[in-house]
């Protein structure tokens, strides 16, 4: 797992410990030392910590002007043990809302496992951002079932064409458009 490294080719556009408004601003990496660990296997320094032990994100863009942001994560997503949405709504949600992202795009190739559990804080995301959308990009078919078999699914726009967008080749604001049209589509724009 070490070797699964955060997306780095947008880093010339948007640095999330750079900015100002994000909740990691001013976050120092190490490139040498290997600190966090998922079930015993270290990952890579430039991962973002959120408060669990089994979930890592990285904000890979954000724009401000349109309301969006790119976040890619690795790991399992459990709610169950760690509780991991509420650690990722009040520490990073919140504040992203806060600065006007209302459009989230969740890349989760890097999920290997999900656990959710409905406790209100998917509703209160969901609602916390009037006519914006959460977009579940690339998750794996055994991870969306599981949102599924939750009721969590209802929140998020998933599946389908979304599983399919080679979004590594584009720039951020092309992956916005691309994702955005189909969001539009799905929910009748």
Same mark, same amino acid.
């Given at each position: !797992?070490h070797n ?8 010339? &556009?948007?640095v @999330?410990s750079?900015? =100002? *408004? ?7 990496y190490?490139e $040498?030392?290997?600190?966090?660990d ?6 890579h320094?430039?991962?973002?910590? %959120?408060g ?5 994100? *990285?904000? +890979?863009?954000c /724009?401000?002007?349109?309301?969006? @942001?790119? #976040? =890619?994560? &690795? ?5 169950e043990?760690?509780?991991?949405? !509420?650690? &990722? *709504?009040r520490?990073? %949600? /919140?504040? +992203? #809302?806060?600065?006007?992202?209302n *459009?989230? %795009? &969740?890349i989760?190739?890097? %999920?290997?496992? @999900?656990?959710p559990? =409905? ?8 609602d916390?951002?009037d006519?914006?959308?959460? @977009? ?7 991870? !969306? ?14 599946g389908?064409? $979304? ?7 584009? !720039? ?8 955005? /049209?189909?969001?539009?589509?799905? #929910?009748?724009?």
């Amino acid at each position: !797992m070490h070797n699964i490294e955060p997306y780095y080719n947008w880093r010339h &556009l948007y640095v @999330a410990s750079e900015d =100002e *408004k994000s909740p990691f601003y001013n976050r120092e990496y190490s490139e $040498l030392y290997f600190e966090n660990d998922i079930y015993g296997y270290y990952i890579h320094p430039q991962w973002d910590e %959120i408060g669990s032990p089994t979930l890592f994100i *990285k904000i +890979l863009f954000c /724009d401000y002007e349109e309301g969006y @942001a790119i #976040i =890619e994560f &690795l790991g399992e997503w459990n709610d169950e043990i760690n509780n991991d949405i !509420m650690f &990722l *709504k009040r520490d990073i %949600i /919140d504040t +992203l #809302i806060q600065e006007g992202i209302n *459009k989230f %795009i &969740l890349i989760g190739e890097n %999920i290997l496992n @999900a656990f959710p559990n =409905e406790d209100g804080y998917y509703e209160e995301w969901f609602d916390d951002i009037d006519d914006g959308w959460i @977009a579940l990009v690339n998750f794996r078919d055994h991870v !969306m079932t599981e949102f599924s078999n939750s009721g969590l699914d209802c929140y998020f726009v998933s599946g389908g064409t $979304l599983n399919q967008i080679d979004w590594r080749t584009r !720039m951020p604001s092309n992956v916005y458009k691309n994702v955005s /049209d189909l969001v539009q589509k799905r #929910i009748g724009f």
